[in-house]
């Protein structure tokens, strides 16, 4: 009889999923090894085509438009979820690489985002779609320096400032961690400002409503995401701190209409109070948040040091994708990062592509939208691409019903009413489903997700099960009635792990999984309880707006809506596309 040992078979079974999940690795020829990697996120949505495919065959007329447009001035790329925007960026990019090259030429180009995971998961795989010998990674200037560099403003940042090597380390806001440690931190110092004398006794007398959001717990969810919003896009942006002259003009400026309700010159004090100890905090914990550090650069490159490096370490050309999501201060960054020769008729050449109604902050709107038309480079050459790839006319209708929920906030007209023409075949119309409890929602929708997962050829990674709440998201994430059914994505830097969705679904919430598309999306707990909050400002209404716009666009062929008695049933936003036919409710 074979002795008992418990400890070798918890190894066994620890492993067990791996092992499930790992492609068997393709025979090879006597004495050669072979490496077998997954096919990066980026080349699945390319698709097999090569660049000169691409440019002589793929390319719609309003694409080639703006591939063709030259690169010696600033051009913007605008068009709704789904027209191919990254991709017509990654096109170009490469084709103007490459163009230079064969002439001899010696420019250095940048591909920017604002998220880590669409830079190297996404556009990466692009270019290897386009061109698997790399030939884009391995040339180099004369100065030794790569002619392509891919990444995020924040990772150039961190190369110049070296913040590691002096032991800061900066608050990530793009990934799950990085926001949730911001909202503890916020929410310590609500709480220290509802204790403090001064404020309590000379401040909340005059802003009664201020006041009673930041002693009253139950209203702090929607507090703590306004002031989030109001920090990032606005008082960190700007390098705003109590007692500067900003912070005076802060307080007297008129504000803009998507911006967090403060009536009265009050309500900003109390909110400078509470940004004031947020400070204090993170510099106890030494972090640095992200808007800290881009401060702290748009600084560095105006020394000397940066002068110096600038024509050698500088770029000739500067793709940004994602622009929606660059503050101004980020924004006014760019023009810095070329080199002096890169300037033509006094404009820089920076190609950005964006989608305001995408975005689900408001860090486009900071200093308005004449950025757009005249990003500090000089007036750009506008592009607009209409014809939509990823959704069905079904999917597309429903967006351009849910456009009409967008707040009037006399916004300019780069804000623009939906108008995507779908490519597609026609297909199924969304519907929705509504639930009595969050635990049937939750029960009965991932199961239908779990069975689509089985039935599709891309498996899980064609399913994804999007919510719009965070605090319901992180509640959902750790039961294990879900755990079991899904693959978490709690930030844009893990995409990496839609590869072991094969059987489960992929669960997130829509700005996690930006820039990427599955076949059938639940978009859960669109429900009336959100925007039910009487403080709720217009902006806040926007962002939710926008994340509701976010997530139903990632659909290509199926798109189920689905809400919960227990918060209030189904969301006014949904009245329009309903009454429109563009969605249907069924019994669930």
């Known amino acids: 009889m074979v002795p008992e040992d418990i400890q070798a078979y918890n190894t066994a079974i620890a492993g067990f999923e791996d092992a499930a999940l790992t492609e068997p690795a393709p025979e090879g020829a006597a004495g050669h090894f072979l490496i077998l990697l997954s096919e990066p996120i ?32 600033p051009i913007r790329l605008k068009g709704v979820a789904g027209t191919g925007k990254t991709q017509s960026m ?56 790569p002619r392509l560099w891919i990444g995020t403003l924040y990772e150039f940042a961190q190369e110049r400032l070296g913040y590691e090597k002096k032991g800061l380390k900066p608050l990530s806001l793009d990934g799950r961690d990085g926001r949730e440690i911001q909202r503890l931190l916020i929410q310590d110092a609500v709480s220290a400002v509802a204790k403090d004398t001064h404020v309590v006794c000379e401040m909340f007398p005059n802003c009664r409503d201020l006041a009673d959001r930041i002693t009253t717990p139950a209203a702090h969810t929607s507090l703590i995401e306004e002031l989030m919003n109001e920090f990032a896009c606005i008082l960190d942006a700007e390098n705003i701190r109590k007692g500067n002259e900003k912070a005076d003009r802060y307080i007297r400026s008129p504000r803009e209409q998507w ?20 400070q204090r905090l993170l510099k106890n914990e030494h972090l640095l948040s992200m808007d800290q550090m881009i401060a702290d650069f748009s600084r560095y490159l105006t020394t000397h040091e940066w002068t110096q490096l600038r ?38 050449p920076l190609i950005m592509a964006y989608a305001l109604k995408q975005s689900t902050n408001d860090a486009a709107l900071g200093g308005g939208v004449e950025r757009f038309r005249n990003p500090g480079v000089g007036e750009s050459v506008p592009v607009e691409l209409s014809k939509v790839f990823r959704s069905t006319p079904q999917i597309s209708a429903f967006l351009h019903d849910l456009d009409g929920a967008f707040p009037a906030m ?14 597609k075949k026609n ?28 039935a599709l050829p891309g498996g899980g990674s064609q399913v994804a099960v999007l919510c719009l709440n965070e605090n319901l998201f992180d509640r959902y994430r750790e039961a294990s009635r879900v755990k079991k059914k899904s693959v978490a994505v709690t930030s844009r830097e893990d995409l990496r792990e839609l590869r072991y969705a094969r059987t489960r679904c992929v669960f997130s919430m829509p700005e996690y999984v930006a820039g990427l598309q599955f076949d ?56 329009g596309p309903l009454q429109n036919g563009s969605l249907i409710a069924i019994s669930s």
């Open 259 to 278: 911006q967090m309700y403060l009536p009265e010159t009050v309500h900003r004090r109390v909110v400078l109070e509470i940004h004031d100890v947020y």
């Open 427 to 454: 297909g199924e119309s969304p519907i929705l489903l509504e639930y009595q409890k969050d635990i049937n929602l939750i029960d009965d929708v991932f199961d239908r997700a779990v069975t689509l997962a089985h």
């Open 42 to 73: 980026g080349m699945q949505l390319a698709g097999q085509f090569s660049l000169k495919d691409w440019c002589e065959h793929k390319l719609t007329k309003e694409q080639r438009q703006f591939v063709n447009t030259p690169s010696n001035q």
């Open 311 to 348: 024509e050698r370490e500088g770029f000739d050309l500067i793709f940004v994708d994602e622009y929606h999501y660059f503050t101004r201060v980020e924004a006014d960054a760019l023009h810095r990062l070329f080199k002096p020769r890169a300037k033509h008729l006094d404009r820089w």
């Open 520 to 575: 059938t999306v639940f978009l859960i707990n669109v429900d009336r309880a959100d925007l039910s909050d009487e403080h709720v400002s217009l902006g806040a209404q926007r962002r939710y707006i926008s994340r509701i716009y976010l997530g139903a666009s990632r659909a290509e062929n199926r798109l189920i809506i689905a809400s919960s008695g227990e918060r209030g049933g189904r969301s006014e936003l949904l009245k």
């Open 90 to 145: 990654a096109v170009k990019c490469l084709r103007d690489l490459y163009a230079d090259i064969d002439s001899g030429g010696d420019k250095s180009v940048a591909f920017l985002t604002h998220s880590s995971a669409l830079a190297h998961e996404i556009v990466r795989g692009m270019f290897f779609a386009m061109d698997p010998s790399e030939r884009w990674a391995q040339t180099k200037t004369a100065t030794g320096h």
């Open 410 to 423: 006399n916004l300019p007209d780069e804000f623009t009413a939906y108008a995507g023409l779908s490519d």
